[in-house]
């Protein structure tokens, strides 16, 4: 669903994404590209979208990015966004 996916500016790509129900983790790596270069890799464990309880984290990339990961409650939602728009 996300492989090579192409995502304008300000806007959202949803889709559901199955696990393992047996495995304790669910590892996958996001490489963020734009204008045809590498800006960074993330890894994300898929499975801390099923904690009970929401928690959100952010990360400054150290470079022109920064990430928000909210997850829990059956949902895991990933925001890029660039240090200059704010």
């Known amino acids: 669903m996300f492989n ?3 995502i304008a500016p300000r806007t959202v790509k949803a889709g559901r ?4 129900a047996k495995s304790s983790s669910a590892m996958s790596t996001m490489t963020i590209e734009q204008d045809g270069k590498d800006q960074f890799a993330m890894r994300i464990n898929q ?3 099923m ?3 929401e928690e959100s984290k952010e990360q400054d990339m150290n470079n022109d990015y920064k990430v928000k990961v909210k997850c ?3 949902t ?3 925001a890029i966004s660039n240090k200059r728009d704010g």
């Open 72 to 74: 829990g409650k059956g």
């Open 17 to 20: 994404q199955e696990i393992n």
């Open 51 to 53: 904690a009970d309880e």
């Open 47 to 49: 499975w801390e979208a």
């Open 76 to 78: 895991l939602v990933v």
């Open 4 to 6: 090579d996916a192409v």
